[in-house]
């Protein structure tokens, strides 16, 4: 069964752009997760769905990112415009039916704001 | 503010030796998890201990839940090089939210 998909992998770009980051969650999943890793601040999340409609984005650090799931197969992470100190790798998981259910993540996009 | 602590931050030990790393809390959680994670990869679960005073064992791993769902051990016998990762614990807070903690970055030489 393929896991979590995120892409792209890497991304580079200057700041001032628009970063849009995309993932595809295992099928059947109902909850959908988006988190940031630093060194600094470790593992943070950002925001989860249940059945595409956003729950909890009180980990969202500003108005500058914004998340959308139109689908149960398909979410994007947006930030506009990007900053130096969003430099992250972004994580993408999904879980069955509820929270506490085990969480698979996927790979994550390893994003440089220069 | 993080909600949960793991200690040590770094640990690098020979192939053979033991080790327990701790994640601690002033919160009670509903349930935690332990992960593993391993260079350019995302997380992968461990385990998930749900009831106070809580043993699993996996192998050579061996995880605990205090009694007071406060706090949470990983003990590892005979380490081997294959165990070298970040360990991460996670607590299910309020049951409705994961917070992750900070982890421990273990090496295991050979």
Same mark, same amino acid.
Request: aromatic share 10%; glycine share 8%; charged share 20%.
């Given at each position: &069964? ?83 100190? &969003? ?12 929270? &506490? ?14 | 503010?993080?909600? #949960? ?26 349930? #935690? ?24 064992? #996996?192998?050579? #791993?061996?995880?605990? *839940? ?33 917070? *992750? ?10």
């Amino acid at each position: &069964d393929a896991g979590v998909i995120q892409s792209p992998r890497h991304e580079v770009t200057e700041m001032g752009q628009e970063v849009t980051l995309r993932c595809k969650p295992i099928s059947g999943h109902d909850y959908l997760f988006w988190y940031r890793q630093t060194m600094m601040r470790g593992l943070e999340l950002l925001i989860y769905f249940n059945n595409n409609v956003p729950i909890d984005d009180s980990g969202m650090p500003e108005d500058r990112f914004s998340a959308k799931m139109p689908n149960a197969s398909f979410s994007t992470l947006k930030i506009q415009p990007s900053e130096p100190r &969003d430099s992250a790798v972004y994580f993408c998981a999904s879980s069955l039916t509820s929270e &506490d259910q085990p969480q698979h993540f996927g790979d994550g996009t390893r994003l440089s704001i220069l | 503010t993080q909600l #949960l602590k793991q200690s040590p931050q770094f640990l690098s030990i020979q192939e053979g030796e033991n080790l327990t790393v701790y994640c601690n809390s002033s919160s009670v959680f509903s349930s #935690l998890q332990w992960y593993r994670q391993e260079p350019g990869e995302g997380p992968v679960l461990l385990v998930t201990v749900v009831t106070g005073g809580e043993v699993k064992k #996996l192998k050579r #791993l061996t995880f605990q *839940f205090g009694d007071a769902r406060k706090d949470s051990s990983l003990h590892i016998t005979a380490a081997q090089t294959g165990d070298t990762g970040l360990y991460l614990c996670a607590g299910l807070y309020n049951f409705n939210k994961f917070y *992750f903690g900070s982890g421990t970055k273990l090496n295991v030489k050979p």
